[in-house]
């Protein structure tokens, strides 16, 4: 399971750091286009808000993508750790009824010998 929660926890940070790469690097080239470009002033708010909307839907995507990634990856730890408990909880069963068993044939023994007394 512990190699679970850290896969997990390697994806969620590849995931984010991606997602902040993309962020820095969309706003970066945004800003070096508006310093580069020479047009009108109207025309560069057009832009801008082009590159906003593009820059705001990519995100979105990729945010959406992260928590979808990580709604999988919950499910899958769920499963697995629902996984060990049964098989857990089925040791214990066995390791009770072993210990049933042997009182028991203790106790027999044990009437047996008050019996023979």
Known sequence: MDNHSQEHET???????????????????????LLLAPQSGKKSRAQIQRKSIELRNQAAETVEGAVAQSRVKA???TADVHEQAQA?????????DEQKE???TVVEAGKTAVQDS
């Open 102 to 104: 042997r009182l028991s």
């Open 75 to 77: 499910r899958q730890i």
């Open 88 to 96: 857990l909880q089925q040791r214990g069963q066995n390791m009770l």
């Open 11 to 33: 994806g969620a940070r590849n995931t984010w750091s991606f997602s902040a790469g993309l962020l820095i690097g969309g706003l970066a080239g945004a800003g070096a286009m």
